[in-house]
Every structure is written in structure tokens, then in C-alpha cells.
């Protein structure tokens, strides 16, 4: 072969997604896909802007439960709640004192890693900016005393969250995430979690309407994603280097005033919206990993039995160290093999791109 067209084949065989210095997952609680869903029509610029990158507005809550915290325990842990492989954690209230059982290990009855263990163990920083006072549980799984040792290269220490802040509104949880962001210089992952529309939703409803109390919610998260996509935008050391996982813990409405049932699929059908830094390239994520996920018509509820699963929030935490270039979430289950395609471009191994 010459020398010149074997170049070019090594050059085309090597591309691989880019990696990203930070890594920022996103959590909208209680948000249906149908929110976002609209006319391009200059509302919502962020949550639009976003959507120009891979994503999809079906994929899946957990399969036995459609509440908050065992949800976005399963985000940062790519566990599912239930079954042998599950995190275990089904309480969605304030948890107990470490003491008293409080951490994510104590329930399971051995160490539960997360997406913060990964990226710490290896350098990275790491952050929880959480707008609902249930999230302590972040905090006390994985603080000094409960975090497992460090067994990859240098030892970056036990406490595996460097960052964590509960604070009460959206335009809080934003400015503290930028702010840290802002002030990073090696890499980081995090969570930012912003309650609105979940609060509003119990409130007034799950209640589609325009202007609605729900729908009023989704645009104040939306400015702050505005927000925050501007200051990484205006900052030359973030702008390029910050991909986003966003997702919601739940959608909400059955009943109209929560989210229990979990088999409705207003409650289950959520967002799963990837930002590479940029704008685009768009592609819906089921149809781009149609072999290697479950395609489900949008009244068909889906189990853990099912193989492959469809693409769940629990994805997001693997998603986040496959985007920063960093191996998945020990015995994690979904997105495990971190092969969630997000492009349509060849990979090194030849197959098509991730
Ligand atoms: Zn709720």
C-alpha cells in the first residue's frame, strides 16, 4: 500500500469522540421530555441549544421506580435500584445520620462506586451542586471516612467528593457550579441538580398548559443553562473543554400532583441530552444506538430483564467518564461497556463512532 494512503487510513481509523477536561451532568428533576419539545421559536435557548448536540426525548427513568434519589443515585452509580447488580437505595427522604445507616454502602451492605470514585482516583476533581437537602447522602457516602481507598496511581485520598453545596434556588446551584468551574485547573466531573420543576409540579401539576406554574419552572431552569453555557462560552480555559449529560431523575403527572406511578409513561419518558461543547452535530440517540439499545414504542415499559435496555438516566454517570476519557464505573450496569454511540463518525476500532 503507499505510504500516503496508508496515512490516510490511520488517520481515519484513529478518530475517536474528543475527551473533554470537565464533565458536567446535569439534572432537571421532574422533567418531561414534552417540555422541551417545541417550536423553534427563540424560547428556551438553552435547553435548544443543548439539543443541538446527540440526544433523545425517550429515554427511561429507572425501570421499578420513578422517584427522586434512588434515581440519581443510579446516575452517579450506573446502577439500576433494584435486582442483584442494583444500588439498593429506595428512600427518597432526607437520609439517616451516617450512624444510622445513611450511606449508600451501609444499605447495600458493601462499597457502592460512583462516577466521583472514577474521576477522583484518577486526578480529577469533583463537585455536587444540589438544590434538595436529600442529596446529603452524596456527601456522607463518600467523605473521608466512608469512601473507599484509592488503588489506581497516586493516592488522591478517600474522600471522593471535593465539592459539595445544597443550596435553594436555580440561579444558586448555576452560579456556584460556574463559579467553581471557573476557578478548576485540572479536570473535574459534577453534579448540578436544579428541583424547579419538580416543586412546581407538585405544587400546581405536571400541567402542560403555557405559562403554567410547571412550564414557568422549565424556563427558569432554562435561563439558568443559558447562563451557563454563556460563562463557559466567555471563558477561553472552559470553552471547548465542558461537555454536558443532561437528564431528569423522572417526568411527573400520573397522579397530576407527583410522579409514583411507574409504569405511566409520563413519569418514566425523560430526556437524555448530550453537549459536546459545541453546536451539533444533532442525532437522535435510540435510532444512533438502535443496535446496541432497546427501541420501545413510548407506552411500553421496560424491566432490568430486558436486554439491551433502552438508554436510562442511569447511563449518565458512564456517559460523563466515557466523554472526560476515564473507565467506567466499577460493576456499574448501564452504559458498563461505555459504548453509547453519540456520533455517526468511524472509531479507532472500526466500528462506528462513539
Ligand atoms: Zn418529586
Same mark, same amino acid.
Given at each position: 500500500m503507499p505510504i500516503a494512503l496508508a496515512g490516510a487510513l490511520l488517520v481515519a481509523m484513529a478518530w475517536t469522540a474528543p475527551t473533554f477536561r470537565h464533565a458536567l451532568v446535569v439534572s432537571v428533576d421532574g422533567l418531561r421530555p414534552d417540555a422541551i419539545d417545541g417550536p423553534e421559536d427563540g424560547a428556551l435557548p438553552g435547553f435548544r441549544r443543548l439539543m443541538r448536540g446527540p440526544h433523545t426525548l425517550q429515554a427511561r427513568a429507572d425501570a421499578d421506580t420513578t422517584i427522586t434519589l !434512588?434515581?440519581?443515585?443510579?446516575? $452517579? @452509580?450506573?446502577? !439500576? $435500584?433494584? %435486582?442483584? *447488580? %442494583?444500588?439498593?437505595?429506595?428512600?427518597? %427522604?432526607? !437520609? !439517616?445520620? $451516617? *450512624?444510622?445507616?445513611? @450511606?449508600l454502602h451501609k444499605c447495600r451492605g458493601g462499597y457502592v462506586a460512583s462516577m466521583f470514585d472514577v474521576a477522583h482516583d484518577r486526578g480529577a476533581v469533583t463537585a455536587v451542586f444540589a438544590t434538595k437537602t *436529600?442529596? $446529603?447522602l452524596f456527601s456522607q457516602s463518600f467523605d473521608e471516612d466512608n469512601g473507599r481507598k484509592d488503588s489506581t496511581g497516586a493516592d488522591d485520598g478517600t474522600d471522593k467528593l471535593d465539592c459539595f453545596a445544597c443550596v435553594r434556588t436555580s440561579a444558586m446551584a448555576r452560579e456556584m457550579a460556574v463559579g467553581w468551574l471557573r476557578s478548576r485547573q485540572g479536570p473535574s466531573i459534577s453534579l448540578l441538580h436544579f428541583a424547579a420543576p419538580d416543586l412546581a409540579g407538585h405544587a400546581k401539576g405536571w400541567d402542560m398548559a403555557p405559562q403554567s406554574p410547571y412550564r414557568q419552572a422549565v424556563e427558569e431552569v432554562d435561563r439558568e443553562l443559558d447562563a451557563l453555557l454563556r460563562a463557559i462560552d466567555e471563558d477561553p480555559a472552559l470553552r471547548g473543554k465542558v461537555a454536558i449529560v443532561l437528564t431528569a431523575d423522572h417526568g411527573g403527572g400520573v397522579p397530576f400532583l407527583t410522579h409514583t406511578e411507574q409504569q405511566a409513561p409520563e413519569n418514566y419518558v425523560i430526556p437524555f441530552i448530550v453537549w459536546l461543547g459545541g453546536d451539533g452535530p444533532a442525532a437522535e440517540l435510540v435510532a444512533l444506538n438502535a443496535d446496541r439499545r432497546a427501541v420501545l414504542a413510548r407506552d411500553v415499559h421496560a424491566g432490568n430483564e430486558l436486554s439491551p435496555q433502552p438508554i436510562r438516566n442511569a447511563d449518565a454517570g458512564n456517559v460523563a467518564l466515557q466523554l472526560m476519557g476515564l473507565p467506567?464505573?466499577?460493576?456499574?450496569?448501564?452504559?458498563?461497556?461505555q459504548d453509547l454511540r453519540l456520533s455517526e463518525a468511524p472509531s479507532a476500532d472500526g466500528s462506528a463512532g462513539r
Open positions: !434512588p434515581n440519581h443515585v443510579g446516575m $452517579v @452509580t450506573g446502577r !439500576p $435500584v433494584g %435486582g442483584q *447488580k %442494583g444500588h439498593g437505595w429506595t428512600e427518597n %427522604g432526607d !437520609p !439517616p445520620s $451516617v *450512624k444510622h445507616g445513611g @450511606t *436529600k442529596f $446529603v467506567a464505573i466499577p460493576e456499574s450496569v448501564h452504559n458498563a461497556r
